[in-house]
């Protein structure tokens, strides 16, 4: 992290397992893989306790280009709490730009052309054989 405690390249790594959102087609979902003090950057408390850990949560548009972060502090028992996280303009670029770069390389596709397959996909109706 910066001296302002803003997140660098080096601290995440966008984990492989990207999707698209079922309910938003124009919307990815990530998880980044955090190394950096998140105790001290999100303001919580899980270094002291036992079987507790935080995933970082990465939603993008990318017809929007909009980016959100949630963070999961999970705990052993299987209970979790959320927290939203507001990245930076320099946070929001920086993981972006990972995302895409991952993207391109795993699946050779731009972020948008992701997410285009799964926009095409017709709503199931009654008459089509789905559920009543």
Known sequence: MTERM??????????????????????????????????????????????????????YNPFEDT???????????????????EPTKSETETIKEMLTLRIRRWHDQTPQEFCEPYMDEPEMTPTQGGPT
């Open 67 to 85: 980016l959100k972060l949630k963070g999961q502090i999970s705990y052993d028992d299987g209970s979790s709490d959320w927290f939203d996280y």
């Open 6 to 59: 803003e997140i660098e390249k080096k601290d995440l790594n966008v984990d492989p397992q990207i999707e698209v959102d079922d309910d938003n087609p124009q919307q990815i979902n990530f998880m980044l893989d955090t190394w950096f003090e998140v105790d001290k950057k999100f303001n919580i408390s899980t270094n002291g306790e036992e079987g507790t850990w935080l995933n970082l949560w990465g939603f």
